[in-house]
């Protein structure tokens, strides 16, 4: 039983990765839409969620089966319960990765004002985060998730300073600010999946170390 159940745990984790590449990429097409106005791209990216969502709904199905059939404990159960919480987290991302792409849409069709924002230099630093939180996932790699956690910090930093610039621009250019608060709306989409990614980071944390960082990190 103990054999079957190793093999289950390995093929939830198969399931998690597939799903996690999945959202990587349709982060990074969000954001290339929302920066290179391809309005195909993003379109693309809305239309993937549906399979993310689907993907999302099977492991988290998957996970309960195992839990209903063989009732683990110790590591085991760690394993599983840290699945089903980044599992929900990668569609949440994804959910985000939507917005962004709805956004760049919207920027598009009203007008061609530049962002006054740093959406370039803060979506490299969120992009850079997910990227490490889910090699930190699959290499059990401690170093990186940490590292994901200190990133955060610039993030927020960056979105204090675009809701700043927000507010000068709109003083100097009032009716640019239906396309420049699409561009505060994606700002704050790009803070939501840096701390879903620290989210990530500190669930492999509590599954490699079986510490829970959470409400720790100063």
């Not at 969502?53 to 195992?66: A, G, I, P, Q």
């Not at 699945?83 to 709805?102: T, W």
């Not at 561009?183 to 704050?188: A, D």
Request: negative net charge; contains cysteine.
């Amino acid at each position: 039983m103990a054999y079957t159940l190793q093999n289950e745990v390995k093929a939830l984790e198969k399931q998690l990765l597939t799903l996690a590449a999945m959202v990587e990429e349709n982060v990074q097409h969000a954001v290339k839409a929302l920066l290179e106005r391809d309005a195909d791209l993003a379109r693309r990216v809305v239309k993937c969620d549906d399979q993310v969502n689907r993907l999302e709904v099977d492991l988290e199905e998957e996970c309960l089966k195992v839990l209903a059939l063989h009732q683990p404990v110790a590591n085991d159960l760690r394993t599983i319960i840290g699945i089903i919480k980044i599992n929900n987290d990668l569609e949440r991302i994804a959910d985000q990765a939507v917005n962004i792409s709805e956004r760049a849409l919207a920027v598009m069709e009203i007008s061609r004002v530049d962002s006054p924002l740093e959406l370039g230099v803060m979506s490299a630093k969120v992009i850079d985060m997910l990227e490490k939180a889910l090699d930190s996932l699959v290499n059990a790699n401690i170093r990186l998730a940490r590292q994901v956690l200190e990133l955060d910090e610039d993030v927020d930093r960056i979105h204090s300073e675009n809701y700043r610039l927000f507010k000068d621009f709109v003083r100097e250019d009032p009716e640019s600010i239906d396309a420049v608060l699409n561009y505060l709306t994606v700002s704050r989409h790009l803070e939501r999946v840096a701390d879903l990614a620290t989210n990530i980071a500190e669930d492999v944390i509590y599954l490699t170390e079986g510490e829970i960082v959470r409400h720790t990190i100063a």
